[in-house]
């Protein structure tokens, strides 16, 4: 079973820094990629960034040049560095992992979720 713990949510000023972490059970190589999503009341979850092999990443366009995400194998941790936060990015964020499973010529991807930390950026 995997196990995605967040952290580092917090209020913080507009303008402020704040770093999420997403600590794992067991190793983060076994993902197919890794990513954080956030949500806002009354909106839907959105991709706010993502990392796959080879260390590729991804951003919405609304947190590019901002927000950096990085991982730390050793510590089977994923990170978002959040700069020059906005009213906007206020939101839960929550850590996402992707694993697919082979069985014989079968396959299938599960998405796996951490339980979010709250993200509130004042004005």
């Known amino acids: 079973q995997v196990q995605l713990v967040e952290s580092g949510g917090g209020l913080v000023q507009a303008g402020g820094s704040l770093r999420l972490s997403c600590a794992a059970s067991?190793?983060?190589?076994?993902?197919?990629?890794m990513g954080w999503y956030r949500q806002a009341p009354g909106k839907q979850r959105e991709m706010v960034a993502s990392?796959?092999?080879?260390?590729?990443?991804n951003y919405a366009d609304s947190v590019k040049g901002r927000f950096t995400i990085s991982r730390d194998n050793a510590k089977n941790a994923v990170y978002l560095q959040m700069n020059s936060l906005k009213p906007e990015d206020t939101a839960v964020y929550y850590c996402?992992?992707?694993?697919?499973?082979?069985?014989?010529?079968?396959?299938?991807?599960?998405?796996?979720w951490g339980q979010g930390t709250q993200v509130t950026v004042s004005s």
């Open positions: 996402n992992a992707e694993r697919t499973y082979y069985s014989g010529r079968n396959s299938y991807t599960q998405n796996y």
């Open positions: 067991g190793s983060i190589f076994r993902f197919n990629a």
């Open positions: 990392m796959s092999g080879g260390d590729s990443t």
